[in-house]
């Protein structure tokens, strides 16, 4: 009779330890589980915040970039027929020369403004693809003289996810920029690989170049922290490489999806 009990006192103890296990693993599951949940939430709202800050940013950087391109050379061109104008205006006879060279200036600056009013859609890299978009902004740097840009495509051009894209012109755009403004450079070079499975782009400089493990130690440098921040939020990885005098190259790798 002991033994019969024993026996039932200690399967009543195993079973309430089988529960006990079951249900405490089911409620470590389940916080597992709606934590990974939270977790996807609040990447997916950062994300979408940094999309919308990116969007911002390219707008502004487009303005800014139109406002200079009319300030630079729609207007110079404008004011060049206008003086033209007023010395055919002056004169008694008419010169057919002069009036065709104010024709085709007024046409040139038509023809600019029509170019920059196609810059003003903010659908412009979805519409135009990656690739396409970067190449406008080279000629529009290079139209400046500061220095030259190239463009270089290896491999069969692919389409990407828009949203990526999106991030990637801005991460292209903030690499410009900082060479622009602090490399010194007057050569750079930008290669697009189109790989199986994923696209690597390397943007190299002929600038002064900098010490880079110290910058990031430093934790200055924002521009370079944004090209970290915005790759690793597509899911890509970025690499620099830079060395004092000898430039810097930058390549971000990123898969199609």
Known sequence: MKDETLTIA???????????????????????????????????????????????????QIFNSISQEIHDNVGQILSLVNVQLNIIDERETTDKLLLNDARENVSKAVTDLRDLAKGLSGDRIRILGLVPAVEQEVQRINRIGMMNVSLEVQGHEERINNQKELILFRVIQECLQNIVKHASADAVMIVFSYREGALQICITDNGKGFNFHQERKQHSGLGIQNIFKRTEMIGGNAEVHSIPGQGTTVKIKTDYV
Not at 11 to 36: D, E, H, M, S
């Open 10 to 60: 200690l399967a009543a103890l195993f079973f309430c330890g089988f529960v006990i296990c079951f249900f405490g693993f089911l409620i470590f599951y389940f916080k597992k589980f709606y934590r990974l949940k939270a977790e996807k939430k609040q990447m997916q709202l950062l994300f979408e915040n940094e999309l919308s800050n990116t969007q911002l940013e390219i707008q502004e």
